[in-house]
């Protein structure tokens, strides 16, 4: 089982998804950066011992030298002194423009290469082989990277578009099973969001069937990488449409950032997507019947949609995040499943209408 999925941004490339692709990556780097003659491996400290010897014999199949870079696991890594370590090492490795960049490991993975690809030598090619779900649902695709910095998360960044992506849906037999839970808060998110097929294929499925069901993982992940990249298309550098990818997050970042980062960010947007959910039915912006098939599918997946958080403090949170425009904050609502819409609140619209959740 495998497809290509054509992402036409400005600079267009393929996601390849599939099944038993690791031994494939040399073969497809060549194809597409012919002039390459050294590939940069970027990795994480988990990652690499899993994957990292396939990834390199693959390399060396196709003539192209290797060196390695592995990081301690974790989102704590995503920070300026990785970044530079990473910079240092392609620097005393003699990188050239005409070399590539590979990233093998999750989301955390993919920021901090494509980020370090961006501006290295003012950027040269990255290649994705992303291995969690979050990150081949959402983070290897469409060109956002970055790190993190003290005062807060992904403040630092660059668009840059890999030259390829290449998601083993295999790889995720390997990947924790708390991982994979967060992962499907991204997949419901698109499935309420845009794609009532895919609420369909989830709402007759489980949590196990997922986990251990090879052809319904690659399946359920093609699915999302179809949907973000009709998004990302239309919208590249994040103007318009691409806002309907932050259902739940708007709430969800403010949960995350009031637990200090205890709550992990796919169980606060879980909990962003329901508060939202309970809100807009109060609010008529969705039918019960939206409301009730969305925290089902939500709690099916074992995601908490459990919380007493005062809607006051959300809705001040929610106004202090970066993707508040002018004095009101774009919501985004599910107006029935798979049907997204855009509101505008002022600060006390949103906390009215977050209060008004508690009465469902
Ligand atoms: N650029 C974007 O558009 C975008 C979108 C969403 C999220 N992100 C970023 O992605 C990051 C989160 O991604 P993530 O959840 O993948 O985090 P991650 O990369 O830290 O991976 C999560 C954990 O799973 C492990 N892991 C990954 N693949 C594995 C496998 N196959 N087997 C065993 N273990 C494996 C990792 O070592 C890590 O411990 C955040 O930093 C977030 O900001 C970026
Ligand atoms: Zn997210």
Redesign the pocket.
Known sequence: MKSTIHVATKQAYDVIVGQDLLDEVGQDIIKICPTASKAFVIS????AS??LDKIIASLRNSNLETAVYVFE???E??NSDTYIAILQAMASNFLTRTDVVVSL???????MA?FAAATFLRGIDVIHV??????QV?????????I?LPNG??LV?AFWQPKLVVIDTN??????RE?II??MA?VIKYALIMDAVLYDLLKNTNLDEIITNPQLRYEMVRQCVLDKTDVVVSDEFDNGRRQILNFGHTIGHVLEKMSDFKLS??RAVAKGMSIVLNASRKEGLCDAATNDNGIDLIKAYELSVEDDTSSELLAQGAMSDKKKRGGTVSLVVVSSIGEAKIVKKSIDELEAFLEARKEC
């Open positions: 994480d400290s988990n990652v899993l994957y696991a974790g989102e890594s995503k490991g999750g989301g955390v993975c993919s920021d494509g992303s291995t969690s779900l979050l990150g959402d983070a290897s695709i469409g060109g956002k990277t970055g993190d998360k992904n960044g790889t995720l037999e390997t990947l924790p991982q967060e992962g991204e960010h796919g």
